[in-house]
Nanobody, 121 residues
């Protein structure tokens, strides 16, 4: 069984930074494509960033140049470094994983419980 546990959310002022972490247990981490989605209040869930197990990365346009997805296979952990945060980045951030080699807004099979990120103006 696959488990995803996120951490690192919180309250930050606009212009600040946060780093989200997600520990993934189950099959060997190397064979997961991983990513992050977010859901703002009153909005649909949206894809933020993805990292395929073959090494490709992908970002939604609004976070390009500000967010960076990375993975540490030794720790079975995927990170989302978020810099220059804006109030519109506020939402619940979900870690996702899938056995397919994907990076985009795909229907990932496995989801974490989410972590709240709030950016104040």
């Amino acid at each position: 069984q696959v488990h995803l546990v996120e951490s690192g959310g919180g309250l930050v002022q606009a212009g600040g930074s946060l780093r989200l972490s997600c520990v993934i247990s189950g099959r060997p981490f190397t064979y997961y494509s991983v990513g992050w989605f977010r859901q703002a209040p009153g909005s649909e869930r949206e894809f933020v960033a993805g990292s395929s197990w073959s090494g490709s990365t992908n970002y939604v346009g609004s976070v390009k140049g500000r967010f960076t997805i990375s993975r540490d296979s030794a720790k079975n952990t995927v990170y989302l470094q978020m810099d220059s945060l804006k109030p519109e980045d506020t939402g619940i951030y979900y870690c996702v994983a899938d056995a397919e080699d994907v990076t985009g807004p795909y229907g990932y099979d496995f989801w974490g419980q989410g972590t709240q990120v709030t950016v104040s103006s």
